[in-house]
């Protein structure tokens, strides 16, 4: 099972709207809808901002917003901020023998 | 609210072992999956392994397999990723995370790092 596509960087100015996207098969993004998102600064713990493609823990900004196409799912940022900045994994449970798989990761880059 | 508290890592020679530990806190322990998931420097997330919330189903990467062991102990609301014949690319940081249902991983510790060195 390999890791889901992600671009490796993405840069967007304060204020602005960016947009993550994550690349499976249909043995995992394109076939449940179990993606979910995590959001990483340095040096800490991942934080969980996105389950089930499009939903939001409680407390996580509303400007966090997720959706999926086919095998393709998108995490958007609204309004970025500078405390945005920070490294962004999706993750989606699939059919195979590997039951979880990350994506390789973007880095957010606040202009 | 939940915390998770990992111990245990450490710097060890390649072919020893260490046991990793998490303390919860915050949550009813025995209803839920937890996992370990390991980040080497500088690269990406991987799921190692998770138990049910009964101990009775374990998943490994095909990485650790044969090599680590996953447990927990409900009464001491503990995590436990006892790994043996350690090998420098398990270097990483280990973070115990809960996994729920649907699943996601929604609460996470603060990691440990282990250092395999050869």
């Known amino acids: 099972q390999s890791a889901l596509t992600q671009p490796a960087s993405v840069s967007g100015s304060p204020g602005q709207s960016i947009t993550i996207s994550c690349t499976g098969t249909?043995?995992?993004?394109?076939?449940?809808?179990?993606v979910s998102w995590y959001q990483q600064h340095p040096d800490k713990a991942p934080k969980l901002i996105i389950y089930?493609?499009?939903n939001r823990p409680s407390g996580v900004s509303n400007r966090f917003s997720g959706s999926k196409s086919g095998n393709t799912a998108s995490l958007t940022i609204s309004g970025l901020q500078a405390e945005d900045e920070a490294d962004y994994y999706c993750?989606?449970?699939?059919?195979?023998?590997?039951?979880?798989?990350f994506g390789t990761g973007t880095k957010v880059t606040v202009l | 609210q939940v915390r998770l508290v990992e111990s245990g890592g450490g710097l060890v020679k390649s072919g020893g072992s260490l046991r990793l530990s998490c303390a919860a806190s915050?949550?009813?322990?025995?209803?839920?999956?937890m996992s370990w998931i390991r980040q080497a420097p500088g690269k990406g997330l991987e799921c190692v392994s998770y138990i049910s919330s009964s101990g009775s189903t374990t998943y490994y990467a095909d990485s650790v397999k044969g090599r680590f062991t996953i447990s927990r102990d409900n009464a001491k609301n503990s995590l436990y990723l006892h790994m043996n014949s350690l090998r420098v690319e398990d270097t990483a940081v280990y973070y115990c995370a809960r996994l729920k249902s649907p699943p996601a991983f929604d609460n996470w510790g603060q990691g440990t790092l282990v250092t395999v060195s050869s």
């Open positions: 249909s043995s995992d993004v394109g076939g449940y809808n179990y």
């Open positions: 915050g949550l009813t322990f025995s209803d839920y999956y």
């Open positions: 089930d493609v499009s």
């Open positions: 993750s989606s449970y699939t059919s195979t023998s590997t039951p979880y798989v």
